[in-house]
């Protein structure tokens, strides 16, 4: 009956199965097996560089045609290994996956320029996650390096980077100077590009006419370029974090310094620090004129939450979101509170639209568990904020998320790994496995 049913058929039944269904499926006959590949090799996460190197040692060049999510770690867990060779075992992957649309870069510190070519062909690559996960400090990600990649996809949409370390030649004034800022050196070998040219600091990516949202997290924002550049993006979702060699202020202007530049076509916005200039608290000449969801992060600092919602009030937000950890609840929902109360007070035309509050917590994995006591305090909190809400006619909604530990426990059990599974008839490696 299976093997009688044409080959749409089969994938349309394929394409509905679990990884663990599509690997016992696939070694009913040969014909299935093919009928199996796009779904097997659909979405590929490799954890760390043996991992990449069994990939591109044994599975067939030609099925990376398949690959539509990839996430690769280039960290070794026995030795250190030269980026160039690393480099090349990347290339060999990617120039292989043309049907690539997401990718998850995570390297220990940068890679070789070589790389940078190979994105020009990923025509459909939208969506594009660097990170460094080694020590900033020995390996250091260049900007400059990210930044070409970033210019050099055709059409790209989404952009994450973490963790990416200023260039010495975009950012000499930092050089031997206190916080001591960790600085790329000799990077000056990456090439021009062809859009951009030299000018491979981080603002450039404004000039990325594709690009819609953009998330930046521990890394230096303080280039004062980012209120000059020319603005060719039309970003429609920002989220940027602090960086924790600099202090509260500073990273409060350099936010609020890229706030002011992108901010007219903003919709969604996650802040990481306080808003303090009261220009995005009038609705004539805020910069953020579109912004309708507004997200703060679990690292906050709460004694600051109602001056900041209120400092942006110039903005039409609808959505007001919170995360925050599991110590912090009571605070949090006090500080919602008295926001809500001023909204009251101001009356028309003081946050006219808002239409909902969530509110979303999670443990942390440095604290210890609540007591029973703490417990009770949070939920009488939470239950306060809700009948607030209900009475202001305002949507709500208290969730839990998984803990980070958790988290990356659960990516680990579920990331994609080799096995040695033959396909009939055949003792060669061909198939991989969630």
């Not at 591109?56 to 690959?67: K, L």
């Not at 303090?276 to 004694?303: N, Y």
């Not at 958790?406 to 490696?429: F, I, N």
Request: charged fraction near 25%; include cysteine; glycine fraction near 4%.
């Amino acid at each position: 009956m299976w093997s009688s049913l044409p080959t749409e058929m089969k994938l349309a039944v394929v394409e509905v199965l679990d990884s663990d269904d599509v690997k016992s499926l696939s070694q009913v006959d040969r014909d299935t097996y093919t009928a199996c590949l796009p779904s097997s090799f659909k979405n590929v996460k490799l954890n760390n560089l043996q991992a990449l190197q069994s990939f591109v040692d044994n599975v067939p060049r030609s099925y990376c045609r398949y690959v539509h999510y990839l996430d690769l770690c280039t960290e070794s867990n026995t030795r250190s290994s030269d980026p160039r060779s690393i480099t090349e075992v990347v290339i060999s992957i990617l120039a292989a996956s043309p049907c690539l649309e997401e990718l998850v870069l995570r390297t220990g510190g940068s890679l070789h320029h070589s790389i940078i070519s190979c994105f020009g062909h990923l025509s459909k690559l939208e969506r594009l996650s660097i990170h460094n996960s080694g020590p900033e400090d020995l390996k250091p990600l260049s900007e400059r390096l990210v930044v070409a990649i970033a210019a050099s996809v055709p059409n790209l949409k989404r952009l994450s980077l973490d963790r990416v370390s200023r260039s010495l030649m975009h950012a000499p004034e930092l050089h031997g100077v206190p916080p001591y800022i960790p600085l790329v050196a000799g990077d000056d070998n990456i090439p021009d590009h062809p859009r951009l040219g030299a000018d491979l600091y981080l603002p450039s990516l404004l000039q990325l006419p594709t690009l819609r949202e953009l998330v930046i997290r521990d890394t230096h924002l303080g280039d004062r370029r980012w209120a000059t550049v020319p603005v060719k993006c039309k970003l429609q979702v920002v989220d940027l974090g602090s960086c924790f060699h600099e202090n509260e202020d500073f990273n409060s202007i350099c936010i609020q310094r890229i706030m002011g530049a992108v901010g007219k076509t903003v919709d969604e916005f996650s802040l990481t620090t306080t808003v303090s200039d009261i220009v995005f608290a009038k609705p004539s000449v805020t910069p953020l004129q579109r912004l309708r969801k507004l997200h703060i992060s679990p690292f906050f600092p709460v004694d600051s939450v109602v001056d900041t919602i209120t400092n942006l009030a110039g903005s039409p937000i609808e959505n007001l979101s919170m995360q925050c950890y599991e110590d912090d609840v009571v605070d949090v929902c006090v500080a919602l509170e008295e926001f809500l109360n001023r909204r009251v007070e101001r009356g028309v035309g003081f946050y006219e639209k808002l239409a909902r509050i969530d509110v979303s917590v999670t443990s942390n994995d440095a604290s210890s568990p609540l007591g029973p006591d703490e417990v009770a305090e949070c939920k009488e909190a939470e239950q306060r904020l809700k009948e607030l809400c209900c009475d202001l006619r305002l949507a709500s909604r208290f969730s839990r998320t998984i803990p980070p530990s958790a988290a990356s426990r659960l990516a680990r059990s579920t990331g994609l790994v080799m096995t040695r599974l033959p396909a009939p008839g055949d003792g060669r490696v061909r198939s991989m496995t969630l």
